[in-house]
C-alpha cells in the first residue's frame, strides 16, 4: 500500500517533454472586479461585450512524469470547462477565470486528444485530483485562475495568468476566427509550475518526478445572445 501512495503522489501532475520557454516577468493584472466594471463601462458606452460560453469553451492541461521509474506513473490531461468572462473584440480584450475545484482529470476523450494512449483507473484519478488540488495547488487558499488577454497590433495575444497567487505574463501564439453569433480564440503555449511558486512533485528520491514543464491549450468562445455584465 505504502508504494501504491507513493506512485499516486508522483503521478499527480507532470510536465511537457519539450524545452520550456524562459521564464516571464512578474506583472499586474487586473483584479476581477475592476475586469467586470471595465466591461460594464464598455457596454455603456455602446461597446460590444461578448460573454464566454462555457458549453463551448476548453483550458487544458497536459502534465508528464519523468524520472528514472517515470513508466510506473501516468502522464495526465487537467481540464476546465466551467469558465467565466466576457470579451471586447474590437478593444482586442478578453478576462476570464475558472475555479480550480471544478476541474477535470483524465477525461478519456481529452486523453486521446493529446496523444495518451492510456486511462488510468477510476482510483488513480480520484487520487491523483485530490492531490493536485490539496498538496500541489493549495486550491483552499487560492481557489480560481484569472487570465487577462490583451491584443496589440500584430503582436501575439498577451496573456496574463494568476495563478497560485503568482501572476505572470506570457506570448500567447492565438488563432481568432468567428463562431456563430461570437468568436472563438484558441492556441497551445508552454508554462513552467515553479513560475507561479508551485513546486513540482518528486518521490522516492527522484526516481518518480513530475516534469516542471506543463502544456495549456485553450479554446474560448464568446457570444452575443445574453449577454448581461454584472
Given at each position: 500500500m505504502a508504494i501504491k501512495r507513493l506512485l499516486l503522489l508522483a503521478a499527480l501532475l507532470g510536465g511537457c517533454a519539450a524545452a520550456p520557454p524562459p521564464a516571464p516577468a512578474p506583472t499586474a493584472a487586473p483584479a476581477p472586479d475592476n475586469a467586470a466594471a471595465w466591461y460594464r463601462q464598455a457596454a455603456a458606452a455602446g461597446g460590444k461585450v461578448l460573454v464566454i460560453d462555457p458549453a463551448q469553451s476548453l483550458v487544458a492541461v497536459t502534465v508528464r512524469r519523468g524520472g528514472a521509474l517515470a513508466r510506473l506513473g501516468h502522464d495526465h490531461v487537467v481540464a476546465s470547462r466551467a469558465i467565466a468572462g466576457y470579451a471586447a473584440p474590437a478593444a482586442g480584450r478578453?478576462?476570464?477565470?475558472?475555479?480550480?475545484?471544478?476541474?477535470?482529470v483524465d477525461e478519456p476523450a481529452l486523453r486521446r486528444e493529446a496523444g495518451l494512449d492510456t486511462q488510468p483507473s477510476a482510483d488513480a484519478v480520484a487520487g491523483t485530483r485530490a492531490n493536485m488540488l490539496t498538496r500541489v495547488l493549495e486550491a483552499d487558499k487560492f481557489p480560481l485562475v484569472a487570465l487577462h488577454a490583451q491584443q496589440i497590433a500584430d503582436q501575439p495575444m498577451q496573456l496574463t495568468i494568476t495563478l497560485h497567487g503568482v501572476t505572470r505574463t506570457v506570448a500567447a501564439p492565438t488563432r481568432i476566427e468567428p463562431a456563430g453569433d461570437g468568436v472563438a480564440a484558441s492556441g497551445t503555449l508552454q508554462l513552467r509550475q515553479s513560475d507561479f511558486g508551485i513546486t513540482p512533485m518528486s518521490v522516492m528520491g527522484g526516481a518518480i518526478t513530475v516534469?516542471?514543464?506543463?502544456?495549456?491549450?485553450?479554446?474560448?468562445?464568446?457570444?452575443?445572445?445574453g449577454v448581461e455584465v454584472r
Open positions: 478578453a478576462d476570464f477565470s475558472f475555479r480550480l475545484d471544478q476541474m477535470t516534469q516542471d514543464a506543463i502544456e495549456l491549450r485553450f479554446r474560448i468562445v464568446a457570444r452575443t445572445a
